[in-house]
């Protein structure tokens, strides 16, 4: 049984026995989406929180270089 995952914003999701991927912004939690993969839904969480926090982001991959980028609505 898993019980949590190695990646900082990363859980695992026992109703859909897929990876529940959050992240924290003004100390509430915004969904990035469910993932088979737990190192994917990782990367996920890292583009989302370099996108919201730049170089003051907590990342699980912080030597990784994403050339991944999103576009947020204002």
């Known amino acids: ?7 900082k914003g990363v859980s695992w999701d ?3 026995n897929t990876w529940y991927v959050c992240i924290k ?3 509430k939690n915004v969904y ?8 994917h ?5 890292d583009i989302w929180a370099k996108e919201l926090f ?7 991959f912080p030597t990784a270089i994403h050339n991944c980028s999103l576009k947020l609505a204002a």
Request: proline residues 0%; aromatic residues 10%.
């Open 1 to 7: 049984r898993i019980k949590s995952s190695l990646y």
């Open 14 to 16: 026992t109703n859909r």
């Open 25 to 27: 912004v003004n100390d």
């Open 32 to 39: 990035i989406g469910n993932f088979e993969n737990e190192r």
């Open 41 to 45: 839904g990782a990367m996920a969480h």
């Open 54 to 60: 730049s170089e003051y982001a907590r990342l699980n």
